[in-house]
């Protein structure tokens, strides 16, 4: 509600403060979500490492056909490189329970 202005006033950084939050304890949706927005730039500068991390550990959370897809997408426009960091990133996220994915104040 807080990216799309509906109830309140429209609060970018706040709707991105809340998709961390939530995809931190593990919730699948917000963390497919923050792949999305990464994916798109909507809420800020894009960045498709980021994207992809997100895709990957929302697909490895709860198995979704779209969001593998999505995932696979963002895949075909990063380096070899950027793929093997953002894989090892995924590894530290689902070992750290979501703790450790990157995201500025992890």
């Known amino acids: 509600m807080m990216e799309g202005g509906r109830g309140g006033p429209q609060d970018r950084q706040g709707a991105m403060h ?3 939050l939530a995809a931190a304890q593990g919730f699948a949706p917000a963390q497919a979500e923050l ?3 990464y994916a798109t730039g ?3 500068a ?3 490492v980021r994207a992809y991390v997100w895709l ?3 697909n490895q959370v709860f198995q979704d056909p779209t969001v593998a897809k999505s995932r696979d997408d ?3 426009t990063l380096t070899p ?3 093997e960091r953002a894989k090892a990133q995924v590894s530290t996220c689902m070992a750290s329970k979501f703790r450790e994915c990157g995201e500025p104040g992890q």
Request: aromatic content about 10%; proline content about 0%; hydrophobic content about 55%.
């Open 18 to 20: 809340l998709y961390r």
């Open 35 to 37: 792949g999305y927005v």
């Open 42 to 44: 909507r809420l800020g």
């Open 46 to 48: 894009a960045d498709r």
């Open 56 to 58: 990957a550990v929302a």
């Open 74 to 76: 963002v895949a075909a």
């Open 81 to 83: 490189a950027q793929i």
